[in-house]
């Protein structure tokens, strides 16, 4: 049972904001997070990405704030009273749109800065007084060491997506930053697992933290229907074109174990008059965010992306992902069949392996603990004769280093200041909450019952990882 914004007396400000918004209800990570937030005391909380988290923090802790509103133009009246940070531009990026779009009817003003951009715009952003900054944790240290950013007067901080800030390396850049901070402060942080190092941190930086649950997206996806075929190297490319053709799917992610893969395939594809973009971490910060919103607005049908890039995207719900290579990680390929069969949606996730993919197929088994049974894909056509051949070098690029976090793998991208907050043109992935609106409801999903209105189609109950394997009643794609 979900309940309303209106229970929550937000400030008249921030309560049109989310009215406009269109949120009918809360989510279970807002109903949970938001009354403890508003008391003032830290929290540790479990939510991924996609589960209402960004408005769990922010909506109680600008209420908070809201005593410090002034309209001033000094930039002495807006001190940095809130910090966010995050281990991804792109994260960065997202979650401050999300705060600005709140934040729109008061006078508290916020801002986002983050590496690969030039510093000019954001230090005149900071000096001219934020009282909310969202940032990665890299450039802001940058910023405190040039003094742009000064943080005395922090109130809050929010840790997001902490296990992948230590998974990233941050954990010596986050402890030099908190130690900046004043100790009388409120600390929230958020995190898909609850692991040893994430407890350690919260042991040092937390006080009586109040711990919240709800359930992770990735170990949901019971509506995936996931297909392996064999296809051998050479065959990848073709069987990418009869699935989609067979099950009429507009818009797929197709992941790859390398960069120089992913911009490869990307080119084939292309070619072959699919509308492509790549995304990896050789590409500009301006590049990643171009090829995002290509996608988003429906510009561009197939994202082909490495793991590492397609971490923290703000795109969860495309109808199928296609696995062109085995991850050599069995954990990503759980990660990345979690990006399609959202909230009783349909989603198709299909894996193409090839005769040296067997240890790494054996590995998703153990960890799904179920048998994978690999099917033989029938094609339409004939062979056409070198069009899918012509690529040869487009393999799985099996004996290539994959793409690891690096902490600055992109190259300097061109200024770009400030992003206003701005609504993607496709509704259906600004307004993931609402499937029962017509508006949104994707062709995909229109043969299963939507979730119902005002729930989360992130949200899903807690389902043990074997339950990824259940099948689903979807004929085969040869039948
Ligand atoms: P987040 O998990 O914070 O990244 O949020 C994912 C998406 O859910 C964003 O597009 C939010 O605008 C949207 N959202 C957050 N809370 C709600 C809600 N209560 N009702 C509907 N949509 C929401």
Same mark, same amino acid.
């Given at each position: 049972m979900t309940s309303s914004f209106s229970n929550l007396s937000l400030a008249e400000p921030l309560a049109r904001a989310v009215a406009e918004m269109g949120y009918e209800s809360m989510t279970p990570i807002q109903e949970q997070a938001i009354p403890v937030v508003l008391t003032g005391q830290d929290v540790m909380g479990a939510a991924q990405t996609g589960t209402g988290k960004t408005a769990a923090f922010s909506l109680p802790l600008l209420q908070r704030l809201l005593k410090h509103e002034s309209s001033s133009t000094s930039p002495a009246r807006h001190p940095v009273r809130a910090l966010v940070l995050l281990p991804t531009r792109e994260l960065a990026d997202q979650v401050a749109q999300q705060i600005a779009l709140y934040a729109k009817y008061t006078k508290l003003r916020s801002a986002v800065v983050f590496g690969g951009m030039d510093m000019k715009p954001q230090t005149l952003e900071l000096k001219k007084g934020v009282e909310v900054l969202v940032a990665t944790p890299g450039r802001l240290l940058d910023h405190i060491e040039a003094k742009n950013a000064v943080l005395n007067q922090v109130e809050y901080v929010v840790l997001d997506e902490a296990d992948r800030m230590l998974d990233i390396g941050f954990l010596p850049d986050l402890q030099r930053i908190l130690s900046f901070l004043p100790k009388q402060r409120t600390t929230l942080l958020f995190s898909a697992t609850f692991s040893p190092e994430i407890k350690r941190l919260a042991g040092s930086y937390l006080q009586n933290p109040v711990t919240i649950e709800v359930a992770r997206p990735n170990e949901t996806a019971s509506t995936v229907e996931q297909r392996f075929y064999s296809a051998g190297d050479d065959d990848k490319r073709r069987a990418i074109h009869q699935v989609l053709k067979t099950r009429g799917i507009k818009q797929a992610f197709i992941f790859v174990n390398s960069k120089l893969g992913c911009g490869r395939l990307a080119r084939s594809l292309e070619r072959e008059g699919l509308k492509t973009t790549a995304l990896h971490g050789d590409k500009s910060q301006d590049e990643r965010l171009k090829a995002l919103e290509a996608f988003k607005s429906g510009e561009v049908d197939l994202l082909v992306c490495t793991?590492?890039?397609?971490?923290?995207?703000d795109i969860k719900d495309v109808p199928a992902v296609f696995n062109f290579d085995v991850p050599f990680n069995a954990e990503d390929y759980v990660?990345?069949?979690?990006?399609?069969?959202?909230?009783?949606? =349909?989603?198709?996730?299909?894996?193409?392996? =090839?005769?040296?993919?067997?240890?790494?197929?054996?590995?998703?088994?153990?960890?799904?603990?179920?048998?994978?049974?690999?099917?033989?894909?029938?094609?339409?056509?004939?062979? #056409?004769?070198?069009?899918?051949?012509?690529?040869?070098?487009?393999?799985?690029?099996?004996?290539?280093?994959?793409?690891?976090?690096?902490?600055?793998?992109?190259?300097?991208? #061109?200024?770009?200041?400030?992003? #206003?907050?701005?609504?993607?043109?496709?509704?259906?992935?600004?307004? #993931?909450?609402?499937?029962?609106?017509?508006?949104?409801?994707?062709q995909w999903e229109a043969e299963r019952s939507p979730a119902g209105r005002g729930v989360s189609t992130h949200i899903k109950p807690k389902r043990k990882m074997a339950a990824l394997f259940k099948p689903v009643e979807v004929p085969p794609v040869d039948a």
């Open positions: 793991d590492v890039a397609a971490r923290g995207l990660h990345r069949i979690g990006r399609t069969g959202r909230a009783g949606a =349909s989603g198709l996730a299909v894996t193409l392996v =090839s005769g040296s993919d067997a240890r790494l197929v054996a590995d998703i088994e153990k960890l799904l603990k179920t048998k994978i049974n690999i099917e033989t894909l029938a094609y339409d056509d004939e062979r #056409p004769q070198g069009r899918f051949n012509e690529g040869r070098g487009e393999r799985s690029e099996r004996f290539e280093r994959p793409e690891r976090f690096e902490r600055s793998a992109a190259p300097r991208a #061109p200024q770009r200041g400030f992003r #206003p907050a701005t609504v993607s043109r496709d509704p259906f992935f600004d307004k #993931p909450y609402e499937a029962s609106s017509e508006t949104v409801t994707a």
